[in-house]
């Protein structure tokens, strides 16, 4: 299994941005697919942006492109999330999740998981 462990969660105004990262640790763990997702309070989880293991597939939520930028870097481990014009609706404890080589929208075919960071945006 993968370890991974995500930073760069913080408090933002409106139209600000951050970006997170999540680090993976384990034998395979630079051919795995990789997707973030996030939870806001009393929601649902939900899916935010995939990327394949070479960083050629990758796929959106509508409500994040053009704004969100998924990115990794295999040398080390490390997959980014750039989050741009955020939005107080984007206010969520954001994961990054791993599987195997493809990519997908759905937290139920992900196998590991990170422990989250907490991302408030402020209007």
């Known amino acids: 299994q993968v370890q991974l462990v995500e930073s760069g969660g913080g408090l933002v105004q409106a139209g600000g941005s951050l970006r997170l990262s999540c680090a993976a640790s384990g034998r395979t763990s630079s051919n795995k697919a990789m997707g973030w997702f996030r939870q806001a309070p009393g929601k649902e989880r939900e899916f935010v942006a995939t990327i394949n293991w070479s960083g050629i597939v990758i796929e959106y939520a509508d409500s994040v492109k053009g704004r969100f930028t998924i990115s990794r870097d295999r040398a080390k481990n490390t997959v980014y999330l750039q989050m741009n014009s955020l939005k107080p609706e984007d206010t969520a404890v954001y994961s990054c999740?791993?599987?195997?080589?493809?990519?997908?929208?759905?937290?139920?075919?992900?196998?590991?998981w990170g422990q989250g960071t907490q991302v408030t945006v402020s209007s």
């Open positions: 999740a791993a599987r195997d080589w493809s990519t997908s929208a759905y937290a139920k075919d992900y196998d590991s």
